[in-house]
Nanobody, 120 residues
Framework: QVQLVESGGGLVQAGGSLRLSCAAS????????MAWYRQAPTKQRELVAV???????SYADSVKGRFTISRDNAKNTVFLQMSGLKPEDTAVYYC??????????????WGQGTQVTVSS
């Protein structure tokens, strides 16, 4: 009942920047936290960054100082600004949202993923 649509992935050279966006829609009452995960080939999905409705953010050690997560609560949208990209950042990036529906039922939804490829 909640759909997440990501955009902004692509191919970039090492040192470059990309900005990912993820918009949530559906019968949403509130979104408590929004996050970005990534999964590289042959590796497990890992948390990249998470932000609460109050704006508190936390990051994986591997991206601290290079990535910035932000959100627009009015539009149920989360962003990931990625700078200083490295080849090891290459992965499919997934958006996640955790919150409550209009029925007050809890939801935990995922986007379809967007590919980020960083060339050396």
């Amino acid at each position: 009942q909640v759909q997440l649509v990501e955009s902004g992935g692509g191919l970039v050279q090492a040192g470059g920047s990309l900005r990912l966006s993820c918009a949530a829609s559906g019968s949403i009452f509130s979104i408590l936290a929004m996050a970005w995960y990534r999964q590289a080939p042959t590796k497990q999905r890992e948390l990249v960054a998470v932000i609460t409705s109050g704006g508190d953010a936390s990051y994986a050690d591997s991206v601290k100082g290079r990535f910035t997560i932000s959100r627009d609560n009015a539009k149920n949208t989360v962003f990931l600004q990625m700078s200083g990209l490295k080849p090891e950042d290459t992965a499919v990036y997934y958006c996640n949202a955790d919150g409550r529906l209009q029925s007050l039922q809890h939801f935990d939804s995922w986007g379809q993923g967007t590919q980020v490829t960083v060339s050396s």
